[in-house]
């Protein structure tokens, strides 16, 4: 069974922290993905990778980046944090294969003050 | 543009009765319709997908029904359990991308004892 592991359950931050949120997966998939989940809004993308050091842009990437230096681990980094950023974040990976699903993590909820 | 249009937002059911939530997509291309079941605390999980050259889909009390020459897709959840209570959402991807998936911006269920 896929098992993604977000480092932590609930975050507090204060605005202007660099804050960072780690994603690691035991199951040797390529893709990796960070989501974040507000009510009303679904889950939106942030960032994706498809390999190591590689990465690519979803669909509300700014004030994030993130980091992929070994396969099992993915970072998502918020430069200089907003409170606008506090919400649910969630990692997720994808294996290759045609139609397959996501594995998701149980995510992080953050909260900037 | 929103690719994936979910309706209803919130859906309260009673105990036994039928849950059913929609969903309508745009892009042609999308190949792999999967439904995630979310409940609080935890991420999204797969819960059952269909492919476009099949009409339904069932798995125990769960079924999918496509449509595919009206671009919508359909969860019913027969003889809904207060355990059913979650988020669910539906979502479509080409099944040969490992890149994104567009999610639906998700259903909020209530199954009343």
């Known amino acids: 069974d896929v098992k993604v592991t977000q480092s932590s359950r609930y975050l507090v931050k204060r605005t202007g922290e660099k804050v960072f949120l780690e994603c690691v997966q035991d199951m040797d998939h390529e893709n990796m993905f960070w989501y974040r989940q507000d009510p009303g809004l679904g889950l939106r993308l942030i960032y994706f990778s498809y390999d190591v050091k590689m990465k690519e842009k979803g669909d509300i990437p700014e004030g994030y980046s993130v980091s992929r230096e070994k396969k099992e681990r993915f970072s998502l980094i918020l430069e200089s944090a907003s409170t606008n950023q506090t919400s649910m974040y969630l990692c997720?990976?994808?294996?290759?294969?045609?139609?397959?699903?996501?594995?998701f993590g149980d995510g992080t909820r953050l909260s900037i003050l | 543009q929103q690719q994936v249009k979910q309706s209803p937002q919130s859906l309260i059911v009673q105990k036994g009765g039928i849950s059913i939530i929609n969903c309508a997509y745009e892009?042609?291309?999308?190949?792999?319709f999967p439904w995630y079941q979310q409940f609080p605390g935890k991420g999204p999980a797969l819960l059952i997908a269909?492919?476009?050259?099949?009409s339904e889909k069932k798995e125990g009390r769960f079924t999918i029904s496509f449509n595919k020459s009206a671009k919508q897709f359909s969860l019913h959840i027969m003889d809904s359990q207060p355990g059913d209570s979650a988020t669910y959402f539906c979502a479509a991807s080409i099944g040969s991308n490992a890149g994104k998936s567009t999610f639906g911006d998700g259903t909020t269920l209530t199954v009343k004892p």
């Open positions: 269909i492919r476009p050259d099949v």
């Open positions: 892009n042609t291309a999308f190949d792999y």
């Open positions: 997720a990976t994808l294996g290759t294969g045609y139609r397959q699903p996501q594995h």
